[in-house]
């Protein structure tokens, strides 16, 4: 069992040294693109929330 733990592992790390890590700026510009994406998903489920929350008003009168 411990050989095939062993070999499990050594085979994880041959696979790790294939990794094709991204350069510094692309991984920059990754992470720009990603947070970008994020604000305007927010802005939209917040127009989202205040569109149902005025809609619920109306057809409460007020209440929500």
Do not use: H, N, Y
Not at 11 to 40: G, H, T
């Amino acid at each position: 069992m411990f050989d095939k733990v062993k070999r499990f592992f050594g085979e994880v790390a041959l696979e790790a040294k294939r990794i094709a890590w991204p350069a510094r700026r692309e991984l920059v510009d990754s992470a720009i693109v990603v947070l970008c994406f994020i604000v305007i998903l927010a802005v939209v489920i917040m127009c989202c929330d205040e569109i149902i929350r005025t809609a619920l008003r109306l057809v409460l009168g007020g209440q929500a």
